[in-house]
């Protein structure tokens, strides 16, 4: 028994080689406008617009206002869906303030589906908080750290810190810039151990290519394996002072740039403190 095919059932060649309108549209083209964007709180406006007008950007628009009782409120006025976004705030004066106005931010932006938020903080408000220098005291720079990467923020980009290890206080990405040269200056670098010397010396060499007058380096620990006396002996540093927490070795005595100072009053007290079991913390006071 034959099939008949009606004209519906079975498309002419013609119609077989045009394929559907719905196949003929075209792709949507890729949109990168609006996704580069810079906002920034009340603490530094004018160097915002500066960077924006340095980028030909327009500042991002968000409301910072206060209640009557001094309580931050913060709206982000357009859409930041997938953008990349950089908030520019210094905790300066005055620090708590404008550290909640960044959290605020940036909490903002997260919520508002940012694809990532860099806080740029050409003033890091409590660094010089760094470490536990005395009895009962917060490592306050490590807690800002802490609220940063919690509030949202995925990078951040800091200007001379007080001290580089703070960098180790985030647990994101953290961009380190220096505005200040060395050039025509006396430097001094600082560490707990000198190991084999290859990063002081590579330091001191960046140092002076740089500009630096003299270079000094001072450390705790004078490891001095390897070929660190050597690469010292060599190096344009003028002197390594370190103490005598470990005996130098023949050949690192007679370095000439190697000056030791000892550490024996430091642990006498110390060791006389904890016999009487007086306060060990005087001694740093």
Known sequence: MATIATATDKPD?????TPPKSEQKPQRARQDDGKFK??????????TDEIC???????????????????????VLENVRGADVFVVQPTCYRVDEHLME????????KRASARRITTVIPYYGYSRQDRKDKPRVPVSSKLVADLLT????????????????????????VDH?????VQGRTCLIIDDIIDTAGTLVKTADALVSAGASKVFACASHPVLSGEAVERISRSKLEEVVVTN??????????????????????????????HEETSVSTLFA
């Open 13 to 17: 060649k013609k119609q077989q080689q």
């Open 38 to 47: 810079i906002f920034c709180g009340t603490a530094n406006e004018a160097l």
């Open 53 to 75: 007008e340095f980028l030909g950007l327009a500042r991002g628009k968000a409301m910072v206002t206060r209640f009557s009782d001094g309580e931050a409120y913060i709206q």
């Open 102 to 109: 960044l959290l605020l931010l940036v909490d903002a932006l």
């Open 150 to 173: 919690t509030a949202g923020a995925h990078r951040a980009l800091v200007v001379d810190l007080h001290a580089p290890q703070i960098q180790g206080f985030f647990n994101i990405p």
């Open 177 to 181: 810039l220096f505005a200040s040269p």
């Open 245 to 274: 927490t470990i005996p130098l070795r023949e050949k690192a005595k007679s370095e000439p740039k190697i000056k030791v100072l000892s550490i024996a009053g430091l642990l006498g007290r110390a060791i006389q403190s904890i």
